[in-house]
């Protein structure tokens, strides 16, 4: 049986130049199914993060210039959450 996915949440921090687990959720951000990813997601909207993802066609490619970049989803399927992207 195939395992399903696993999601790891983080946020910038401006200080050690990475993302980085949120303090303050009441859910786990690290290696998460989809629904609690989406739990995720809606307490840091509650924290001001707009968790947005925008991608536009232009010019022959998808542009995603136009995202939140304060907040980094990342599939980890178990992996530990690598917040250096």
Request: aromatic share 10%; proline share 5%.
């Amino acid at each position: 049986m195939k395992s399903p996915a696993l999601y790891s949440i983080g946020t910038w921090d401006s200080e050690s130049q990475e993302y980085t687990t949120q303090y303050g959720l009441s859910v786990p951000s690290v290696n998460v199914p989809w629904l609690t990813l989406l739990e995720v997601l809606r307490q840091l909207r509650g924290m001001g993060y707009t968790c947005h993802r925008r991608r536009v066609w232009c010019c022959g490619a998808w542009n995603h210039s136009d995202n939140d970049t304060s907040v980094l989803v990342e599939r980890t399927d178990g992996k530990p959450f690598d917040g250096k992207r």
